[in-house]
């Protein structure tokens, strides 16, 4: 099933204000147990969008963002080495 395929499933509001996504959607979704789920409310319905957090360290320095966007141009210009020839270069 795609994701934007509509599909509709019943679920039931437990004690703690907790809702079971049903097994189909839960699998169509390809979630995961403890996923982040983004909960929104507007006009009338709850609607729910899986979501990843990165760590404030995981972010790139304007330095690395630099460096990784000369390596992908690079890249796409065919200005490559092998990672055995890098080895050799280095004296691994």
């Given amino acids: ?3 934007t ?4 499933e019943l679920s039931r509001i437990g004690q703690r204000r907790q809702i079971v996504i049903p097994k189909a959607i839960f699998e169509a979704m390809q979630l995961k147990t403890g ?6 409310a507007e006009r009338g319905r ?5 979501k990843k957090l990165i760590d404030a360290d995981d972010v790139l320095t304007y330095k690395e963002t630099k460096q990784l ?3 992908l141009k690079q890249a796409r210009e065919g200005k490559t080495r092998s990672w055995d020839r890098v080895k050799n ?3 691994l």
């Fill in 35 to 40: 996923d982040v789920m983004e909960v929104t």
């Fill in 1 to 3: 099933m795609s994701t």
């Fill in 46 to 50: 709850v609607s729910m969008k899986p």
């Fill in 69 to 71: 966007r000369h390596g």
């Fill in 89 to 91: 270069e280095l004296g």
């Fill in 5 to 8: 395929t509509k599909r509709a």
